[in-house]
């Protein structure tokens, strides 16, 4: 059983910054891809970055790419989502996801799931 626990998020002006992490025990962490999803108000949840378990591979939801940066930290067992030029619409629970597969983008392929920090950002 790996747990994922959230921490970092808060209140910021749109066009600011902020950066989530995410803490993981009870597993190797470096066997696992590690993704960040996000429920905004209303919605589902979707997907928004995710790294590879080693080799630095990246990927990112067309409405963050530029913007955001997802890295890790394998000594600490900690994954980063560093979010910049923020906007009203990235309003929502951040939540880490841990995966033993391949690297992917898809909800569904998530093995873990941590319980969100909420993010909120002003206009």
């Known amino acids: 059983q790996v747990q994922l626990v959230e921490s970092g998020g808060g209140l910021v002006r749109a066009g600011g910054s902020l950066s989530v992490s995410c803490a993981a025990s009870?597993?190797?962490?470096?066997?696992?891809?590690m993704g960040w999803f996000r429920q905004r108000p209303g919605k589902e949840r979707e997907f928004v970055a995710a790294?590879?378990?080693?080799?630095?591979?990246?990927i990112y939801a067309d409405s963050v790419k530029g913007r955001f940066t997802i890295s890790r930290d394998n000594a600490k067992n900690t994954v980063y989502l560093q979010m910049n030029s923020l906007k009203p619409e990235d309003t929502a629970v951040y939540v880490c996801?841990?995966?033993?597969?391949?690297?992917?983008?898809?909800?569904?392929?998530?093995?873990?799931w941590g319980q969100g920090t909420q993010v909120t950002v002003s206009s």
């Open positions: 790294i590879g378990r080693n080799d630095g591979r990246t």
């Open positions: 996801a841990a995966d033993l597969g391949r690297l992917t983008s898809s909800i569904r392929a998530y093995d873990y």
């Open positions: 009870g597993g190797t962490f470096s066997s696992y891809n």
